[in-house]
């Protein structure tokens, strides 16, 4: 499936509008679900969400275990290692993805590459500001 980049706020050093690979979700919590975007982002190693998502899906990060991640400054940031079950648009099959919950501004929803790029075939084609998801053939759930 090809998905268009979108368009965001801001120019970039070209002057021209920002375009990111984000993808539309819908994450699948106990008692209700949220629609969401979700950039793709091949130098993440985890898929991270912001801790906001979390608490909006009931997901208790008490009983969760925490690990420290180093962001682009060298900061360590704490974050809650837990599973979350989401659904990409234009996929009928859910899966449950790995994810850091972190308490950050600057993060939002980050797919990177453990669980979700080891599940979908990810082609960047920023020529044509286009790239293209496809189910992993060598996962099985």
């Not at 819908?26 to 991270?48: F, P, V, Y």
């Amino acid at each position: 499936m090809k998905f268009e980049y979108t368009s965001v706020f801001g120019t970039n050093a070209k002057g021209r509008l920002i375009k990111r690979p984000l993808v539309e979700l819908e994450l699948i919590g106990k008692r209700k679900n949220l629609k969401a975007l979700g950039l793709l982002d091949s130098g993440a190693d985890t898929t991270m969400m912001n801790l906001e998502y979390a608490k909006a899906l009931d997901i208790s990060l008490d009983t969760e275990k925490q690990k420290e991640y180093i962001g682009i400054g060298g900061a360590r940031i704490p974050c809650f290692l837990s599973l979350i079950t989401l659904k990409v648009k234009h996929f009928e099959k859910p899966i449950t993805t790995a994810v850091a919950f972190i308490d950050s501004p600057s993060v939002d929803i980050l797919l990177g590459q453990e669980d979700f790029f080891e599940r979908f075939r990810v082609k960047f084609e920023k020529d044509h500001d286009v790239f293209e998801l496809s189910p992993s053939p060598k996962v099985r759930d």
